[in-house]
């Protein structure tokens, strides 16, 4: 690889005591093949990969090749999953090393997929094709939409098959972080009563991602203070989107406030409060109206974990932590109404607001209403003419919302703007994910996926070629369902 492409790596995470990880290298694998490359994310991180070979590309992002400065590591955390702990670590992927872009942010660069680590637990370490893609759409989409998310740089193909109910082929994701801290990473330290790892990480965490509490007088209490709110914003940004994480186990929550692990995820088309999409969550523990209480649940597995950092006294500690947390539901309604007076138009605040907000959704609820397509309408005055004379539950509530705007201190128009700026015309409807996912990995068919992204890059504009793309599924998606890709 030319010394040109860019690569600037200061793998901080890997100079941390040898608990914190494990050196491994990626399984060289058979026949790596670019299928997918971000070329406008290697440009943000800094690297040039213009005039290299395509078999070169691939040799890098299936871990063949290391670059030059990689550090590879499996990072040791633990994890509460569906509500029962259990000590984890990275299994299936590998931290190559942290690249410093041309704006001086760090990224993490991580191989998913790329063989089997200390951690695997009997796992071969390997991802298929179809899960890969589905991360790199997911996550590309989230970030298109404005959301904090992990992003993907690469998938490429290992010429190998992988063995899960089926044989699917074989693939590997590039994906880039601000970091993989989790909460999990915290609860392992915790576990083993490691307390001079936990104050490493702690202080690790705060000079990397929260700089501004290191002079602040208990700045880990202010690092708990702060992953809450981090936390309390990002699942109102999901919620405003109808997005459905699948598996919100304390590993899967970063500690910088990023969406991480697309596994068995998914957006709402048809709005009911109980939607669930994971295949394994039977119970409907993270479902869309469960996501703020189980946030709430994980910040508290977080506090648990830094109780000995918070204060001498685990009695003093414990007081602590819970005046914290019970600032996460103020934190997170706080957040998920500014966002929904914004789908409204709204840009002062009333009393009244989360009524008609409510309003809304129950009227959505009782009426099987597409999530998305509701809030892009609502600026629509043909649709709503429509539907106001055909539904009188629609055109009350649409009366008392006009009388809000009349209140509202932005003209009508600017109101309208508002909206469409916040109310994405396209999102990633899983029939159109699935159809594209086929595709690529039965047929070797690049082309739904590519156009679908093409679409998501702009999810607020509504060009006409991808008329299609914002359809609504025939039979709303009531009984889609998703699969953890291991």
Known sequence: MPQTVG???????????????????????????????????????????????????????????????????????????????????????????????PSGERFDIQLKGSGPTPFSRRGDGRAALGPMLREYLISEAMHALGIATTRSLAVVTTGEPVYRESILPGAILTRIAASHIRVGTFEYFAARQDHDGLKQLADYTINRHFPDLASTK??????????????????AQWQHVGFIHGVMNTDNVSICGETIDYGPCAFMDTY??????????????????????????????????????????????????????????????????????????????????????????????????????????????????????????????????QERLKRNTVEIPSAIQLMNSTNPAIIPRNHHVEAALTAASRDGDL???????????????????????????????????TFCGT
């Open 7 to 101: 690569w600037s790596f200061d793998n901080t995470y890997s100079r941390l005591p040898e608990n914190f990880a494990v050196p491994v290298k990626p399984t060289r694998v058979r026949k790596p093949e670019v299928v997918l490359l971000n070329a406008k994310l290697t440009s943000t991180l800094g690297l040039d990969l213009r005039d290299v070979e395509q078999a070169s590309i691939a040799e890098i992002f299936s871990g063949n090749t290391l670059p030059e400065g990689a550090a590879p590591i499996a990072q040791a955390y633990a994890g509460h999953q569906y509500g029962g702990f259990t000590m984890l670590g990275d299994g299936r992927a590998i931290l190559l090393g942290e690249q410093i872009a």
């Open 218 to 235: 208990n700045h880990y209490v202010e690092l708990l203070r702060a992953v809450i709110d981090r936390q309390a914003s990002l699942i």
């Open 272 to 401: 009911h409060p109980e939607t669930v999409f994971s295949s394994i969550d039977s119970q409907g523990r993270y479902a869309y109206e469960n996501q703020p209480r189980i946030t709430h649940w994980n910040m508290v597995r977080f506090a648990e974990s830094l109780l000995i950092l918070l204060d001498a006294s685990r009695e003093q500690a414990v007081e602590v932590a819970n005046e914290v947390l019970q600032e996460f539901p103020q934190r997170f309604e706080t957040y998920w109404l500014t966002g929904m007076r914004k789908k409204l138009g709204l840009v002062n605040e009333e009393p009244g607001d989360r009524a008609l907000v409510d309003s809304l959704l129950n009227w959505m609820h009782r009426n099987g209403a597409d999530f998305t397509s509701t809030f892009r309408n609502l600026s629509d005055p043909g649709w709503i003419s429509d539907l106001q004379q055909s539904d009188s539950d629609f055109a009350a509530w649409h009366a008392s919302w």
């Open 447 to 481: 082309s739904l996926i590519e156009r679908l992204l093409g679409a998501l890059e702009q999810p607020y504009e509504e060009p006409p070629e991808y008329a299609d793309l914002r359809s609504v599924p025939s039979d709303s998606g009531c009984q889609y369902q």
